[in-house]
DNA sequence: CGGAAGTTTGACTCTCATCAAAGTAAGTGG
DNA sequence: CCACTTACTTTGATGAGAGTCAAACTTCCG
């Protein structure tokens, strides 16, 4: 393991990611230095810029070191719907490898800190580290989850619970990464129109439903920062189960 | 490639997967016949067979030869949410090869002509042949697309366009895997009920939606088929476009 | 301090859900 | 081939959840 000083950042800086990945895989050294090795371009977004746009072409996966990103597509008249959130050791744009053009708004949605894995030695990693590749289309597949459970609250579940199930979410993935604190505190970079374009309903209602849930005792919010104060009845509520993250069961 | 009449038979009935596929990739002999290969363990569902349930190890993927299925899931007080359809030519279980256990509901729609094929066989195929393994990593990442647009669709979509997006959407998967007829005609095995779980929408409200497209001489119903009687104007009023579907441009 | 961004509340409206029930078509067994 | 069941579709009436419009309030930040 590389042991000097900008070894050891980079090595921090993959941390997210194979802590997520641990679960799933045996995470090896020859895996991490592999990967460490593609993750030379240090990039930063400001707030709010775009990664990608639909119709762009892709230049490179990205690996979020520090912030948060969203993928979104639009309506004509404008409206927004927030697909899901990328938040730090998630990966950026994967299927750059398999598609030519993005179909998806993907931008910045904090400050972001990433690597940029331009798409070929990205490609070759996979090719050289089947195992890697595995893990990695796992998390993929991951994401395929997070959007289909989203879907279901969508479709099937009143704005309460999908209030409800998405902070249980956001919760539960922010853990795996070890961010968040004491007493299921965690920073929440979203401002009310973002949960609502996540959510499906308008952001008036949106207030609604949150101001309720602090009403009641479930939730503290506080600026940037989110405390599920009954994390057992919002769980119940919203009908949370954390099954469709396939996290292993001790993380 | 193989010729005799079992031969013949196999090379149709993976017909539709490589019709989809030739658009994206150049699909060699070499890929089809190392993938027929696999394709030996021809089974059939029945109509409403679960093919998996949340928690069930996955056993097998398939390549669906004839007939619907759905991924689907539930609320807790029984409602339930399509995620996706699956038609001739897609696959079935594509995660099985990464996840343990499945977390929705993967159902025969119809009765179901397909092909079995275990995940360790599956597994060794993508490793022998990494062009095919791209190009099955595609379709998985389609899926992912559609069921992108879906959530568009559930977050900011009115109902009439959801219908109308859906319909759009069917119309053209199926175009290209040669399945509609002359006049955007085809076979749709779906209830006013299937289509409100896919939709978000109750089943009684479905039904005036698609009375009111009727009405308005956009679509034509009959038993188990769909006419898209102006597939312009439903495109304009869903805001349909094909571009996350991904499909080359002259197919 | 002033402006911008975000939050909160009230009043009103509308889409869609729910309940109830009739109507229609398809399938089955006698 | 008819009676009967079952599945699916259609319509009406009513109500609730969420959208929209308008405006005040709060917090942040240069």
Redesign the interface.
């Known amino acids: 393991m590389v042991t000097d000083t900008a070894g050891k950042q980079l090595n921090i800086m993959t941390e997210y990611l194979f802590r997520k990945l641990s679960g799933m895989i045996t995470v090896t050294d020859v895996m991490t230095s592999a990967f460490t090795i593609v993750c030379t371009d240090k990039v930063k977004f400001a707030k709010g810029d775009y990664i990608v746009r639909?119709?762009d072409k892709f230049k490179a996966v990205y690996l979020i070191v520090d912030g948060w990103a969203t993928?979104s597509?639009l309506?004509?008249n404008g409206?927004?719907?927030i697909?899901n959130f990328a938040i730090p050791g998630d990966i950026l744009c994967f299927?750059a490898?398999?598609?030519e053009t993005a179909?998806?708004f993907v931008q910045a949605h904090t400050v972001i800190d990433a690597f940029a894995i331009p798409i070929r030695p990205f490609s070759d990693l996979l090719?050289k580290q089947?195992q890697l590749a595995?893990a990695l289309?796992?998390t993929?597949?991951q994401?395929?989850?997070v959007?289909?459970?989203?879907?279901?609250s969508?479709?099937?579940?009143s704005a309460r619970q999908r209030a409800a199930h998405l902070l249980c979410e956001v919760h539960r993935r922010l853990q795996v990464v070890d961010l968040v604190r004491a007493e299921a505190q965690f920073q929440l970079p979203l401002t009310q129109e973002d949960l609502a374009?996540s959510?499906?309903i308008s952001m008036i209602h949106t207030n609604r439903v949150l101001r309720e849930l602090v009403r009641g005792g479930l939730i503290a919010m506080e600026r940037n920062s989110m405390k599920l104060l009954d994390l057992k009845r919002l769980r119940e509520i919203s009908?949370f189960s954390d099954?469709?993250l396939?996290f292993p069961a001790g993380s």
């Open positions: 639909p119709g993928r597509k309506t004509s409206a927004r719907q697909i299927n490898a398999l598609f179909e998806v090719n089947p595995v289309a796992w993929a597949a994401e395929e989850g959007v289909s459970e989203r879907l279901l969508l479709g099937r579940r374009d959510l499906g009908e099954d469709y396939h």
